[in-house]
């Protein structure tokens, strides 16, 4: 766009390497005529990735950039590198998009929340939502919890980590607090499990629950969408569940991050396809019930 400046912006986070957040970006904003240019910021050779997290920052921002999303495991300490939140990011105590004024300032949101909620509403916007389980209270946990209680229907929102603390954190705004030995009896009356831990990305293989505590009047949800078809959801598929994967979530919360980096609305449908461009590259597709 004539007369636009360059916009720079970044991911922090760690095992950030396969993400398709760069192309996802930069594929929407050429056609929004923006000169876009999509960083990555790998936490991955640092010893502590979380307390490196505020000296990369402050590199991002003496570099000129506009602004940086970030990922795991730095969403909730990125809060406190933040001089004003957004209603969402302050209710969470977790910041996935930070947006640099032209006086240095940086302003923290959370584009989870929404991007988690209309990912469901377009895959399991027909389940039941009385009783959800949240396996992890982490920032995409959290972000999981409060769309549940407050967006989605949910009247208890059952909430497991394996630091007690944590779930009692979050359980102190929104629903009650579990720990991972209560999993085999929540989910047989739960209605749906929204999965929220590292386990089961590239980086971290694996499942984060016995499978066979899976059944068919169960729904399932992941976060994780590297990969897309996550050990939890071939578990859930191969007993019954409906299922959501993270495809949903993540193009969601890029549409709300690129509008807030560049002040243009992007095309969110477009957006949709540009994804599914990408996970087809690799033989996959997210729109799946």
């Not at 990922?71 to 947006?99: F, M, W, Y």
């Amino acid at each position: 766009m004539i007369g636009q400046p360059d916009i720079r912006v970044a991911l922090i986070g760690a095992g950030i390497a396969a993400s398709l957040t760069p192309a996802l970006h930069e594929r929407e904003a050429e056609l929004l005529d923006l000169d876009y240019t999509y960083e990555l910021l790998d936490l991955d050779d640092e010893d502590d990735p979380v307390a490196a997290f505020g000296p990369l920052l402050d590199r991002a921002r003496a570099d000129g950039l506009r602004g940086v999303n970030v990922t795991h495991p730095c969403k909730q300490v990125a809060a406190a590198h933040c001089d004003v939140l957004s209603r969402e990011a302050a209710a969470l105590g977790a910041v996935n998009t930070i947006v640099f004024a032209d006086d240095g300032r940086a302003a923290g949101h959370n584009t989870d929340w929404p991007g988690f909620v209309e990912g469901f509403r377009r895959g399991l916007g027909d389940v039941p939502t009385g009783h959800v389980v949240v396996l992890g209270a982490g920032g995409a946990g959290s972000a999981a919890a409060h769309a549940a209680a407050r967006d989605l229907g949910a009247r208890r929102v059952s909430i497991v980590d394996a630091d007690a603390e944590r779930a009692a954190d979050l359980a102190r705004d929104v629903g009650e607090a579990a720990t991972p030995d209560d999993v085999p009896g929540l989910l047989t009356v739960a209605d749906g499990l929204v999965h929220a831990t590292p386990t089961g990305m590239a980086a971290h293989p694996g499942i984060a629950l016995d499978p066979d505590l899976l059944h068919p009047g169960l729904w399932v949800a992941e976060v994780v969408y590297r990969p897309l078809h996550t050990p939890l959801l071939e578990a859930a598929r191969e007993r019954g569940c409906r299922t959501l994967d993270g495809g949903g979530m993540a193009v969601f919360q890029a549409v709300h991050a690129l509008r807030l980096f560049t002040g243009v609305v992007p095309d969110a449908e477009r957006m949709l396809e540009h994804f599914d461009e990408l996970v087809a590259e690799e033989g996959a597709s997210w729109r799946r019930a």
